[in-house]
């Protein structure tokens, strides 16, 4: 846990002269280095990688800071300020000059850079792949937003060799000192897999990562632990849930078994059972008073701030230059998944506006991002994703001023507060099948009631991938695909990156240059693409061996976390834990073709899923565990069509064969090439990718996973290349 007492780092130096605008005091570069070992990049020339600090304050009283939650319950400095450390990564042409002027923006994702992802051919150890990027001259920045990653970033301490971007803002305390306090849910497991077993368990988020909030104190009579079959996806309880007793269990500490102190760490909080054993078919459920809740949404106003400095002024408080001072014209913003949620969340609470008044960024892409972030509530998670309890969905989730009758929520959208600024970006939203089928997608395409399209605004395009798993497959062209852990179908490899990379290149030019982007593409209610999960709406295919989508939908649900919470923001505080389902709100997804593939018109679709190798699915199915049956967390399944006819006989498979489909080896081709050139024509793919992917599926037939096709010409080959 953070040291208070330290906190306050800027008060009383020479720092205090500056009190015009609450601001980045302070930039400490830890670390300058040249980037991959000095290459050059066209016209850009070699890059650097800058890695340090910024320490920055905020006016509470200021209107563009008074929406985050206990921001005036936070330790303030001598001029009333509330502070931050945030780290940051510039990856930068080394004359910065030479770049393209556009500041690429990465919302880490739970500390992690995911700058380079739109770079090809990217590992562990190698983030430039083709250097897509680096080639174009854009500038990289990264910062620390989520205020529970550690390591936190410190005044004495050097960030040069870590690789977590992460943020330090204070906890708040009442008026008086004492500690905040407030019900706090931990479910064990969040999601899928086994539950516990043996008598010791370690207390975590799962994907929202540690335990983020202490208990007030270690008194087991004033916490609830409980077990219970997992929940249906209606929020009902499938079986009886069984309180465990005070005495049959206890707060330790996970290395030594023994009693928790109020030493131990919140990474080593465990709870052991004194009686019995855990079931690793159940999951539990703990309620406690937590304490201390840290001030969460501080870090989008570092975010707002750091950026704004970067692009807008000559140097710190301290004299220090600026490294990016002339060179910037414009900033794209970018979030993916859970930091796509922090995107949306960003603009919707004012944040693209800076004390200035001046717009933070131009444009803005909210990637595989179903819900808000819930990072401005009362002890906050915002590591978690969209399992049961956790908040995000109760958002006015639409670009569009729209009534929400459902929750009696009045007209609203994502873009009121920054059209009253007249600071909203130009916006990319941009998602696949999974979103629409496990991150309750429809919500923001169809509002709650799911009567009909809520329209986009002008600065607003949204593009649909469909088919594809949570930020895209491996792609490449394959009837055969690996399994996935802990799901039942194979893996899904229908790739979203290459039309990423045409679209970034698209809402660049749109940004800097004013070019009419490409025209929005996704699933509409009024063409009858979008239906309930539901026998005899959704017509999906009886697939021997596969199971069936039908009631799969992770579906939005209506909580009440108590009165003072501020739905339409996801802000205030939960009461209510865990809280009550008011109602089920109905949850759409797209329509099927007859081998259970969504219709490539639908969206923008991938060469792949335009000239299919089998069905490519936006659900899964958990194979094991507490949620055994019930939709495969994030993952998205893939089920082949048979390769010969031969084969579909045997398998009674409804769904036409490989060879079926496209005779030969040069009609496979064909097809792909035909998908491709639609694609390039229409900017959703860029030609040098096109021309990648005709290689791969020449190479595929050629020698590799499709060369069961015969090499020789056929009729129904013939015909799809003569229509080609």
Known sequence: MRKLGTFLLLAGTALAANTANAKVMKIVIDSRAPAFNG?????????????????????PADRRNAIIQDITLAPKNARGHVEYIATFTLLKPTDASKGNGVIFYDLPNRGRSLRSNYNLGTTQKDELGDGFMEQRGYTMLSTGWQGDVVPFPTADKSVADSQIESVTVPQAKNPDGSPITGPFL????????????GDLTKIDMGRAGALAYAPVNFDTKQAKFSKAPAENIRGEQTGARTDIPASDWMWADCKTKAPAEASTSLGNLCIKLTKGSFDPKSVYSLVFTAKNPTVMA???????????????EQKDSAGTANPMVGAVKSVIGQGNSQSGNTAKTFIHLGFNEDEAGRIVWDGAVAHIAGRFNPINYRFSVPGGSATMYAPGSE???WWSPTEDKARGIPTASMLDRCNATKTCPKIFETFGGIEMWNQRYSLGLLGTDAKKDIPIPANVRRYYFPGTTHGGGDGGFSVKQPPTNGCVLADNPNPEQDSMRALFTALTDW????????????????????????????????????PQPFGLTNVALDYDFGPRFIGKDVSGIIDNQPPPVRQVLPTYIPQVDADGNEPANVGVSSPLHSSPLGTYLGWNVTSGGVTAGQIC??????????????????????????????GDRQGYVCAVQKAVRQSVKDRYLLEVDGKRLVDQATAATASGDLAFLPAASTARGKAICAAN
């Open 511 to 546: 940004v800097s240059k004013g070019t009419e982007p490409p025209q929005s593409k996704y699933p509409m209610l009024a063409a009858g693409q979008m239906v309930p999960a539901e026998k005899g709406k959704l017509n999906f295919p009886a697939i021997p061996g596969a």
């Open 395 to 397: 958002a006015v989730l």
């Open 39 to 59: 290459q050059a990049f066209g016209a850009a020339g070699s890059y650097e990688m800058l890695r340090g600090r910024a320490f920055g304050e905020v006016d």
């Open 298 to 312: 501080l870090g989008l106003a570092a975010t707002r701030d750091i950026i704004s400095y970067f692009r807008y």
């Open 186 to 197: 931990v479910r064990i497991p969040t999601i899928n897999g086994d539950g516990p077993t």
């Open 633 to 662: 967390s994030l993952v998205g399944g893939y089920v082949p069509f048979a390769r010969t006819k031969a084969e579909r006989d045997k398998a009674e498979d409804p769904r036409a064969s490989v060879e079926e489909r496209y």
